[in-house]
Structures are given as C-alpha cells and as structure tokens.
C-alpha cells in the first residue's frame, strides 16, 4: 500500500507530461509553448483573462511564445498544479489565496472574513502596490506571482437558507483547505469540512457536508445549486486568486520580454476585474433558473461580531498584522 502511495505523485507526473506533450503536438509553429492551468471552465473569467493575455503577450513577442490554457481542473486540482509549476512540469497556473498561504504567512491577511468592505475595496488596495514585497517572497519556493484576479465576493449555501449567527449553529460547510477558514466555521457556531473544490458536489449530494461557500460563478457553473439551492448572501469572504509563473522560466525571459509579460498580465487583471460583474449576475440568473433560491435578507451583523476574535488572533502575528493595517488604511471611512 505504502508502496503504491510512493509512486502516485511519479504516475501523475508522467501523465501529465504525456498528456500536455500530446495536446501540443503538431501546434507548435517554433512558438515557446507555455502551459497554463485554470480550475474553471473555459468561460469563466480567469479562463478568459489567460487566454488574453496569452494573446497580448504573443502579440507583444512576435510569436515567440504561445500559451495552452487548460481549463476545468485538466491538470489537477490547483494544489497539484501549484507543485506542476514549482517543479517547471507546467510555466503558469491561477492559484487561489489558501495554497500560497501555506508558503508566506502574509498572505494569511486575505483570509480573513469581512476584511475587505467590497471589491471595490479589494482592487484599491491591491493598486496601492502595497504587496510587491509580499509577493517576492514567494520565489524562494520557485515560483513567482505576477498578479492577483478577482474571486469574488464568497457566500455560504445549502439546503435550507442561512439567515443569521443561529442558521449555522452545527452545520458542516465545505471551505477551502485553509487552518483560517477552519476557526472562521468555528466562531461562527459550525464546522469547516476542507477538501478541493472538484470534491464539492458528490460531497454536498451524498451529504458528507450541509453545505459549501463560494462566489456565484463557481456555485452556478459546478451545478452545486442542485444539491444546496438555497444561495445566502453572507458575503462572509472576499479572497483573491493569483497568476503564478515558475520563477526559473520567468527569469529565464530577456528584460523586454519580461516587459511584454508583465503588461499583458496587466492587461489580464483589468479584463478579468470587468468580465466578472457580468459574470455574477449572468452566473445567478442561470442558478435560479435551474431551480437555486436567493437569500438576500442575512443578518450580516451576527457574523461579522462572531468572527471579530479571529481578526485579533491573526493580528499577534507581526507580519500579518501589517498586511492587516494596509488594507484597512485603504477602506473607505
Ligand atoms: C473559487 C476560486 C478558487 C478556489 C475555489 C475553492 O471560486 O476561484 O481559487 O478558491 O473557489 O473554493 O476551492
């Protein structure tokens, strides 16, 4: 048994490669290939933001590089395809806040419920340049952030409606694997089940769990309103996704090419940021009609009191107390 747990991660390594070299057969036109992997389906925003900036940055090089976005979790689920760019198995992928947080204590800020007061807050703050330095330090474990996405706004769902503190007195919701996202289920009277996000629906269906938490593109395009149709809007979580590149291939561009890059990701970000309102809307609207019932009338108050204690805790932390105080310099008064 132990045996065959040894060489799992040396068989999917070696699927992989095969699998990547095959879909790159014959397309290659004397472009550097670079392969990109996406959790989301081919419409989601993040999806179409790589695309475009694979575009942008083919344009910008001359040809000199393409990339090959992989969407719906075809690589892996994104811890997976995390260690796929730290080891330079695949160049890039769009990772979300809880796996890189593992590596940096800072980033640990971002988890935390009611940080920022709305996207607009979020996207202020991350303008303020304010986490270059956060950033870098990811590269001592071979990789390299070159931007942060938008994720949304995050609300809890289930099947039957959280209204308030009281709702959620017992109930066992799927998050992220995230120690933070952990104690969050516990202030708030419930419990945090972690698993990846591929493992949600059968997980909600044969009822391991009540419920999960996510923003609507990913509630409506996993379908998992058929199993928690009642979509609460605790808006509890705004955390953001990043673009990583593996830092050996990313130093190993010239000084305009880096350039190009970093423009095209630039260019990325903004088109993912105005791609996702749309998305949301359009996102809730198909949930509806495939039966998900909205909850809008939440006592928000009840969890953000409950969750307070969580901020101080973080806080003891030096580092992330820092990170704390600049986004809340930058929230509007
Ligand atoms: C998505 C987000 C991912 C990941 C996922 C999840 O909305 O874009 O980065 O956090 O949720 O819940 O696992």
Known sequence: MKQIKNILPVLCFVICVFFISGCNAGKNSGAKIWNVAVIHKDTHPETLAMVKMGEIFAQLTDGRYRFEVFPNELLGPQRETLEQVQYGIIEMAVIGNPNIS???????????????????????????????????????????????????????????????????KGMKIRTAESDTYSKMMKALGGAATPMSFGEVFTAIQSKVVDG????????????????????????????????????????????????????????????????????????????????????????????????????????????????????????DK
């Open 102 to 168: 593992s590596f940096v204590d800072g980033f640990l800020t971002f988890e935390m419920p009611f940080l920022f007061n709305d996207l607009e807050h979020q996207k202020k703050f991350f303008e303020t340049g304010f986490t270059a330095p956060l950033f870098k330090q990811t590269e001592k474990f071979n990789f390299r952030i070159i931007t942060y996405f938008t994720g949304g706004t995050r609300n809890m769902y289930s099947h039957k409606p959280i209204r308030g503190l009281a709702d959620l």
């Open 212 to 331: 999960a938490e996510n923003n609507e593109p990913s509630y409506n395009n996993s379908k998992h309103y058929e199993v928690a149709p009642y979509y609460s809007y605790t808006k509890h979580l705004i955390v953001p996704d990043y673009l990583i590149v593996n830092a050996k291939v990313y130093n190993s561009l010239s000084d305009a090419d880096k350039k190009a890059f970093q423009e095209a990701a630039k260019r990325a970000e903004e088109y993912e940021r105005e791609l996702w309102t749309k998305e949301e809307t359009k996102s809730m609207e198909e949930a509806v009609k495939g039966g998900a019932k909205v909850i809008k009338d939440v006592d928000i108050e009840s969890l953000r009191n409950a969750v307070a204690p969580l901020h101080a805790e973080l806080c003891k932390n030096p580092y992330i107390k820092k990170v704390y105080d600049a986004v809340r310099e930058t929230a």
